[in-house]
């Protein structure tokens, strides 16, 4: 840790989101419900007396101080534990990341830096539309495999909807995915749609109250499991892209057809079907059976193969 540079504990999802408390070297904070404390959160889920960070000898340290709820560094729950920047701390609802930050932000009274957060408060609740929303953010600040990876570990309830160029809902249960569904299109199946949410590197998100909704068919892997199978075919599919079509660009089969049908698996006659029927590859994508990998390759291959072309 640079001893030189300040610090501040930034806000980027829940209450106080859009705050900064500043650090101050050879100091520490007390983080809490309780009205006395240094920095006051007033929620539920946090503890009179939640936690501590110190600033100390150039090393910045975090320790719970016995709460209900815990205290939550990069996924991880924590006793005591040494952050860096860029690290995401999570107390009650709110994430806070470690941040750099000038030299004007440390010379801020505590009084001061007391009241910008009750400030940030008040406009996160105007901001916030929705009743009983409990945490609200961008995937550009906490990207959705370390947002899912928190609540795991601090077994959230509730539905996390993420607002891109399309909505994704994602159904949390004691911080297990359980189903996702992209603009409610239930045909694509909970795994497809929860493969495709991760991709998404811009946007809103919103933890809303548990839904009561029930559905046919549950993900019964971990979550774990779910973000690292995501994480492989989100390489995978960038490792394709360059050998495939635009989504929308028209797709159809190559006239006249000279190499022989018969040398194509049952897989790729599949394929071949679907880009009949659909005509693009986000049609072929969202109907096919098979994960979005698997049939990106067969049509990489009829591609290649000159049984489709672009039109």
């Given at each position: 840790m640079d001893i030189s540079k300040s610090y501040a504990l930034k806000f980027i999802s829940g209450k106080y989101q859009g705050g900064e408390f500043p650090l101050k070297a050879e100091k520490h904070i007390v983080i809490g419900r309780s009205s006395e404390l240094d920095m006051v959160l007033v929620e539920d889920m946090v503890s009179r007396k939640h936690a501590k960070i110190s600033f100390s000898d150039g090393k910045i340290t975090i320790e719970d101080m016995g709460s209900t709820n815990g205290t939550f560094v990069n996924g991880e729950k924590v006793k005591q534990a040494r952050l860096k920047e860029g690290d995401r701390i999570l107390i009650g609802t709110s994430i806070l990341k470690l941040v750099h930050q000038g030299a004007e932000g440390a010379n801020v009274d505590e009084s001061v830096a007391k009241q910008k957060l009750e400030e940030a408060a008040a406009a996160q609740a105007a901001r916030t539309t929705t009743k009983g929303s409990s945490m609200t953010g961008k995937i550009e600040e906490i990207p959705l495999p370390d947002l899912l990876q928190l609540f795991h570990t601090s077994k959230k309830n509730g539905v996390l909807v993420v607002t891109s160029a399309q909505e994704g809902k994602i159904y949390l249960r004691q911080g297990r995915v359980y189903y996702a569904v992209i603009n409610e299109n239930h045909n694509l199946g909970p795994q497809k749609s929860f493969n495709r949410?991760?991709?998404?590197?811009?946007?809103?998100?919103?933890?809303?109250?548990?839904?009561?909704?029930?559905?046919?068919?549950?993900?019964?892997?971990?979550?774990?499991?779910?973000?690292?199978?995501?994480?492989?075919?989100?390489?995978?599919?960038?490792?394709?892209?360059?050998?495939?079509?635009?989504?929308?660009?028209?797709?159809?089969?190559?006239?006249?057809?000279?190499?022989?049908?018969?040398?194509?698996?049952?897989e790729l006659l599949d394929v071949l079907q679907l880009v009949i029927n659909q005509g693009s590859l986000a049609g072929v994508l969202d109907r096919a059976d098979a994960d979005d990998i698997v049939t990106a390759e067969g049509l990489v291959q009829l591609l290649k193969r000159e049984y489709v072309r672009i039109a």
């Open positions: 949410i991760i991709t998404w590197e811009s946007g809103d998100f919103e933890l809303r109250p548990a839904d009561s909704q029930e559905f046919m068919v549950e993900l019964d892997s971990s979550t774990e499991a779910l973000l690292m199978d995501a994480l492989r075919q989100l390489d995978e599919f960038k490792r394709l892209q360059p050998s495939l079509p635009p989504p929308e660009a028209a797709l159809q089969l190559s006239v006249p057809l000279a190499p022989s049908l018969k040398e194509l698996t049952p």
